[in-house]
């Protein structure tokens, strides 16, 4: 298999830490320069048509694409440790908490540094500012729900490590580093301590 890849994509990273969490090897990477628009030229186009990061390349020749579908690929192909659910009960939960992770704090934080940053103006035309500011403002109110949850539990999706971890982790460190934000300077100490344990973990610097 071959992943194509990109250095410090929020994407990429977490498909980086899922294969660290779960101790994959053996998989062939290809960085993709986003700043340079490799992304969209007509060899990754042929690979992935909506030009983004990451995709798998199977050794059958087909390719995967989207993050979330790689995971899932990966966890029927290496099952342990178990990152997305035991039995159809357990699975629907954890989706459930990656899901409203990935939908309303993820896409929040992402589209805040695509309409505000400049350094994205290059992959984001046109480039909406007020939209930008909004969304960042809203992915708050998602954090604040985050704190509410974490002082409840130790995980995102309940008392074990998931991909919901992984994707929160891989969000807020997006936004901990083109947005500035630190969920304890905000007042969301729960978030706080649960990044930095995450941060603990080998995981944690794949991608």
Request: aromatic fraction near 10%; include cysteine; charge should be negative.
């Amino acid at each position: 298999m071959k992943l194509y890849t990109s250095a410090r994509a929020p994407n990429p990273r977490r498909v980086a830490m899922f294969i660290a969490e779960k101790g994959i090897t053996g998989i062939d990477t290809e960085l993709v320069d986003l700043g340079a628009l490799q992304n969209r030229s007509p060899e990754f186009l042929a690979v992935n048509p909506f030009g983004r990061v990451p995709a798998l390349a199977l050794d059958d020749g087909r390719v995967l694409s989207e993050t979330r579908a790689i995971c899932t690929y990966l966890e029927g192909v290496y099952p342990e440790p178990n990152l997305m659910g035991d039995g159809y009960d357990d699975r629907a939960f954890i989706e459930m908490a990656d899901r409203r992770i990935e939908l309303y704090l993820f896409a929040g934080i992402a589209n805040c540094i695509r309409h505000t940053h400049p350094g994205l103006a290059p992959l984001e035309q046109p480039q909406f500012a007020d939209f930008g500011t909004s969304q960042g403002e809203k992915m708050r109110d998602t954090v604040r729900w985050l704190d509410g949850v974490l002082a409840t539990q130790p995980y995102v999706a309940g008392q074990r490590f998931t991909i919901a971890d992984i994707t929160a982790f891989c969000a807020l460190e997006f936004a901990r580093g083109l947005m500035k934000f630190r969920p304890g300077a905000e007042g969301f100490e729960h978030v706080q301590a649960w990044r930095d344990r995450i941060a603990a973990r080998p995981g944690a610097s794949a991608g």
